[in-house]
């Protein structure tokens, strides 16, 4: 069972950073792929980067690619997504997830979320 509470969300400028952070409970979180997937109002939930369990490996969405960056200290069970050069479209719930085994982008392939943490990017 791995518990995961995601910080660091708020209100930024168009073109500003913020770092978001998750962190997570359990002895075995090293051996997790994580994932951070966003959701705006009325729309689906989107893969937005993924790390594999080492951070050896990561894999972005077109849309976040030199923009976003996803990192994790397994040492203090966290793992981070670095936004810079925030869009408007970037506004949305942001969710950190963990599954078992290798990376995905597909949302269905991740046992456990977080509660989600807020990001508002104003024009």
């Known amino acids: 069972q791995v518990q995961l509470v995601e910080s660091g969300g708020g209100l930024v400028q168009a073109g500003g950073s913020l770092r978001l952070s998750c962190a997570a409970s359990g002895r075995t979180f090293s051996t997790y792929a994580m994932g951070w997937f966003r959701q705006a109002p009325a729309k689906e939930r989107d893969f937005v980067a993924a790390?594999?369990?080492?951070?050896?490996?990561?894999y972005y969405a077109d849309s976040v690619k030199g923009r976003f960056t996803i990192a994790r200290d397994n040492a203090k069970n966290t793992v981070y997504l670095q936004m810079n050069s925030l869009k408007p479209e970037d506004t949305a719930v942001y969710y950190c997830?963990?599954?078992?085994?290798?990376?995905?982008?597909?949302?269905?392939?991740?046992?456990?979320w977080g509660q989600g943490t807020q990001v508002t990017v104003s024009s």
């Open positions: 997830a963990a599954r078992p085994g290798g990376l995905s982008s597909s949302r269905s392939l991740y046992d456990y």
């Open positions: 790390i594999s369990w080492s951070g050896g490996t990561t």
